[in-house]
């Protein structure tokens, strides 16, 4: 009835994120992390998109001239350190 615990174990932690986007809605990614890999992860959630603009806007830098209305709707990374 009290087995030892295994050795090695596993966690998968998955939450979702929300950044303020200017004139727009949050823009909203699904992250994540998987143990004991440290692999990290994270993707724009569905149904969102994201505009180049407001990433220099969240960092406080002027978009620019001429710079192209770009909008992302699939966007994700996958950081596993060696």
């Not at 699939?74 to 596993?80: E, K, N, Q, R």
């Given at each position: 009835m009290n087995e030892p615990l295994p050795e090695t174990s596993e966690g998968i932690v998955y939450a979702e994120m929300q950044i303020p986007a200017k004139g727009t809605p949050k823009l909203t990614f699904d992250v994540g992390g998987q143990f004991p890999d440290n692999a990290i992860f994270a993707q724009i959630a569905p149904g969102t998109s994201l505009k180049i603009s407001d990433v220099f806007s969240f960092f406080g830098v002027d978009v620019p001239n001429n710079f192209p209305d770009i909008e992302l709707s699939?966007?994700?990374?996958?950081?596993?350190p060696g």
């Open positions: 699939t966007l994700s990374f996958f950081l596993w």
